[in-house]
Nanobody, 124 residues
C-alpha cells in the first residue's frame, strides 16, 4: 500500500505560481511512475502530468505545456508539480496518483493509489 498526501494548494492571482507536493508513505515510490490529475467542478478528472519511476520520461498535457513542470525526489519519496503563469481555468482539485509500474501514463485508470487532493484556485 502507498499513502499519498498532497499539499501546496491555495488561492493565487492569475499569472502567479504554486508548487504542489505529494508525499508518499508506506512504500518507496522509486520503482513507480507517478502523475498529477485535476478535477474542476462539474467536470471529469483530467490528466495534467506524469513521470516515470526514474524521472527519465515525462508527459505534460497540452493545456499546461510550457507552464507546468513535473519532477520527483525519490530520496524524499515526494512528487512535485511546479505551476507557473496560472490561469483561472487551472482552478481545480489536484490529485497525485501512483502506478504499480515504472512507466509513465496519462490514463487515470492505470493508477492504483490516489491522494485526497489539494484545492488550487486562480482568481482573475
Amino acid at each position: 500500500q502507498v499513502q499519498l498526501v498532497e499539499s501546496g494548494g491555495g488561492l493565487v492571482q492569475a499569472g502567479g505560481s504554486l508548487r504542489l507536493s505529494c508525499a508518499a508513505s508506506g512504500q518507496t515510490i522509486s520503482r513507480y511512475a507517478m502523475g498529477w490529475f485535476r478535477q474542476a467542478p462539474g467536470k471529469e478528472r483530467e490528466f495534467v502530468a506524469a513521470i516515470s519511476s526514474g524521472g527519465w520520461t515525462t508527459y505534460i498535457a497540452d493545456s499546461v505545456k510550457g507552464r507546468f513542470t513535473i519532477s520527483r525526489d525519490n530520496a524524499k519519496n515526494t512528487l512535485y508539480l511546479q505551476m507557473n503563469s496560472l490561469k483561472p481555468e487551472d482552478t481545480a482539485v489536484y490529485y497525485c496518483g501512483c502506478r504499480r509500474t515504472s512507466m509513465a501514463s496519462s490514463s487515470s485508470e492505470e493508477y492504483a493509489y490516489w491522494g485526497q487532493g489539494t484545492q488550487v484556485t486562480v482568481s482573475s
